[in-house]
């Protein structure tokens, strides 16, 4: 096996806010057979947990029982099938992605570059950036079934809504194809005007896990914590975003804990100041 199993593997160093406990078993496929045996062989009483880039996710201190998989070490692949389709695997980070079709000349890709999870992710909660969602541009995905099983599957097996997706249970995206549209060209100005605009508004130089909440109907999540006035609270090592409100950032000492208080402080405050419960975006998963 050219993958790497490992037991009790802390995995903090694995998600963009740089906390979380241990996976029980922590499996990095080398390729898609070796995923595939690994996933025949399991025992089907494992619960499994798939691991992204960790970017808009926060894993309890308790860690996370059963295995927990990632496929960072499987080879990132862009092909272009045509001059306005591609097929990508999961573990393409979305910047990357943007590039490339920006090499291209397919648009709406620009979008892309304002995620900043893989493809996998994206996928999984239908990210999106500046008025596109990923959702938008799936032709087909290919998933894995928890026997080790490739399947192909269209958007109409799928339920998709602003930040969420529902579809068949105990499978997991390996790649998609994606395709744009041919009355648009790329533009790389505008590509650049929206990675300035993320630089400018978002933390990016702290750990962080993305936008904590979903903006509600009409509003933003942003402006509503900032009317608050919670802009810089703290709980522990965690703190909310002086830059965007709608970041918590991990000051450098932070535990899950920490993080997790503050997002419930902020829904009750929330709720108690504008009558608005903010949904999470952020994922929250692990033992408690």
Known sequence: MKGNLSF?????????????????????????????????????????FWLGRGSNLLIRDQGISG??????????????????????SANV????LSRQCMRWGMAPSEFFSGIPGSLGGALTMNAGAYGHE????????????????????????????????EGPKNEWFVSA?????????????????MLSKRKSSQPLGKP???????NPKGDHAAR?????????YRIGGGKISEKHANFIINEGDALASDIESLII???????????????????IVGNK
């Open 134 to 165: 990923t959702w938008d541009t799936v032709e087909s995905v290919k998933v894995i079934t928890r026997k080790g099983e490739l399947i192909e599957r269209h958007p109409n097996a799928y339920k998709v809504r602003y930040r969420k997706v």
């Open 8 to 48: 009790n593997e802390p995995l903090k160093k694995y998600t963009s806010m740089r906390v979380g406990g241990p996976a029980e078993i922590f499996f990095q496929p080398y390729d898609l057979n070796e995923l595939k045996l690994f996933l025949s062989k399991l025992d089907m009483s494992v619960p499994i």
């Open 93 to 96: 980070p979305c910047t990357m």
């Open 177 to 193: 194809k994606l395709v744009f549209d041919q009355k648009k060209s790329a533009s790389i100005s505008k590509q650049r005007e």
């Open 224 to 232: 509503l914590i900032q009317e608050a006035g919670l802009k810089g």
């Open 265 to 283: 402080h902020v829904q009750k405050e929330i709720i108690q100041k504008f009558n608005i419960k903010l949904q999470c975006e952020v994922k």
């Open 208 to 214: 962080s896990c993305g936008s904590v909440f979903k």
């Open 67 to 88: 295995a927990v998989i990632s496929l960072l070490l499987i080879k990132k692949e862009i092909i272009k099938v045509n001059e306005h389709c591609i097929e990508v």
